[in-house]
Nanobody, 122 residues
């Protein structure tokens, strides 16, 4: 299991910034991809950003240009820097690890963290 722990959420005014952290209790260097999802009240969980073990990043259109995902293998942590925050960015943010590469292939992890609340409001 990856055992992921998110932190860094909070209350921020529109236009502000936050940096979310996703810390793992194991090495992340061989995890195929770690992603950030968010879930707003009454809505389905949606993908926000994703980064692969090759440091290839991708973003939802709603956050593209305002957010940066990065990973620090030595710290076993993935970060999501969010700038120019909008009220519609409000929600619980979760990180997710899909599978870990071994010789035989990619073994499923399917690991979720407990989430961190982000509230954008004046």
């Amino acid at each position: 299991q990856a055992q992921l722990v998110e932190s860094g959420g909070g209350l921020v005014q529109p236009g502000g910034s936050l940096r979310l952290s996703c810390a793992a209790y194991r090495s992340i260097s061989s995890i195929n991809a770690i992603a950030w999802y968010r879930q707003a009240p009454g809505k389905q969980r949606e993908l926000v950003a994703r980064i692969t073990y090759e440091d290839i990043a991708s973003y939802a259109d709603s956050v593209k240009g305002r957010s940066t995902i990065s990973r620090n293998n030595a710290e076993k942590t993935v970060y999501l820097q969010m700038n120019s925050l909008k009220p519609e960015d409000t929600g619980v943010y979760y990180c997710y690890a899909d599978c870990v590469w071994v010789i035989e292939g990619c073994n499923p992890l399917d690991a979720w963290g407990q989430g961190t609340q982000v509230t954008v409001s004046s």
